[in-house]
């Protein structure tokens, strides 16, 4: 999940109902792509 400012509960509740990673803007690419490997090496 990408988004830009979230409260640290929120993310918490979001985290525990399943999205597996969260990425908070600004992101580079290279901060992306490293957050989409890991999550498809999860697997």
Known sequence: MISG???A???ESI???GVREF???PYTM???LQ???KVLDAE
């Open 5 to 7: 400012f979230i409260e």
């Open 23 to 25: 990425l908070a803007k």
């Open 9 to 11: 509960a929120v993310k």
């Open 35 to 37: 957050l989409v490997r």
């Open 15 to 17: 985290l525990a109902g």
């Open 30 to 32: 290279a901060q992306m």
